[in-house]
């Protein structure tokens, strides 16, 4: 089946400091896959930050980045430095540009900057 | 600009109550509409989609159904509530398949009790 596994539960990380939240997938139905980073802010709906549909291209948003490495079949989040303001909690999703209508999702990564 | 209303907000019902959570877009023609699910703690799984009025696929089986009577609403229901019901269900839309953005309302929580 179709899986993603990211960093799990919580992650703290203090103001100004560089932050990577793993995120790997595994496939066998999917032959080109799409990858995604949402979000989900205090008190606001779910929301794309990036997402990157062709391997070896990188997605940025808000200071965010992620690659898509098709040898690893990883999708790590980062940013150099982090603000109060990007407390919230990650989603890694895999999604299939074929026929299929499914997004495939990580278990969500909580993240706490301290001030 | 589109914009997705999920009601209710919160429920806390019964084991073995009806239970009906809806959800309204507007601005869109002829999305393409999912619910998910995500139980406290658990992961995000996508429950139904449907891409076109009367039409719903299920994906994940959890004694629930789903269905799209007009083009801008999306219902989810249960004539009998279990306890592993509980949790958080989103609404929401697309205009594409898996390489396109979803854009989520900001859901229902659900307590059985």
């Known amino acids: 089946g179709d899986s993603v596994t990211q960093t799990e539960g919580q992650v703290t990380v203090s103001e100004s400091k560089s932050l990577i939240i793993n995120c790997t997938y595994s496939?066998?139905?999917?032959?080109?896959?799409?990858l995604f980073w949402y979000v989900r802010y205090p008190g606001e709906g779910l929301q794309l930050l990036l997402k990157?549909?062709?391997a070896g291209q990188k997605g940025s948003s808000r200071g965010f980045e992620a690659t898509y490495n098709k040898e690893t079949t990883s999708f790590h989040l980062q940013k150099a430095s982090v603000q109060e303001s990007d407390s919230a909690v990650y989603y890694c999703?895999?999604?299939?540009?074929?026929?299929?209508?499914?997004?495939?999702w990580g278990s969500g990564t909580k993240l706490i900057i301290k001030p | 600009a589109q914009t997705i209303h999920q009601w209710p907000v919160a429920e806390i019902k019964a084991v073995g109550s009806p239970l009906s959570l809806g959800c309204t877009i507007k601005?869109?023609?002829?999305?393409?509409l999912y619910w998910y699910w995500q139980a406290t703690g658990g992961t995000l799984q996508q429950l139904f989609y449907?891409?076109?009025?009367?039409?719903v696929e299920s994906v994940v089986q959890l004694n629930l159904s789903a269905s799209r009577p007009k083009d801008d609403q999306f219902i989810l229901s249960t004539e009998k509530l279990l306890l592993s019901h509980s949790g958080f269900y989103l609404c929401?839309?697309?205009?594409?398949?898996?390489?396109?953005?979803?854009?989520f309302g900001k859901g229902t929580r659900l307590t059985v009790v």
């Open positions: 999703a895999l999604g299939d540009r074929g026929s299929n209508y499914q997004l495939i």
């Open positions: 496939t066998t139905s999917i032959a080109y896959p799409n």
């Open positions: 601005g869109k023609s002829s999305p393409n």
């Open positions: 990157v549909i062709t």
């Open positions: 929401a839309w697309s205009v594409g398949r898996g390489d396109t953005e979803v854009f």
């Open positions: 449907s891409i076109t009025v009367g039409q």
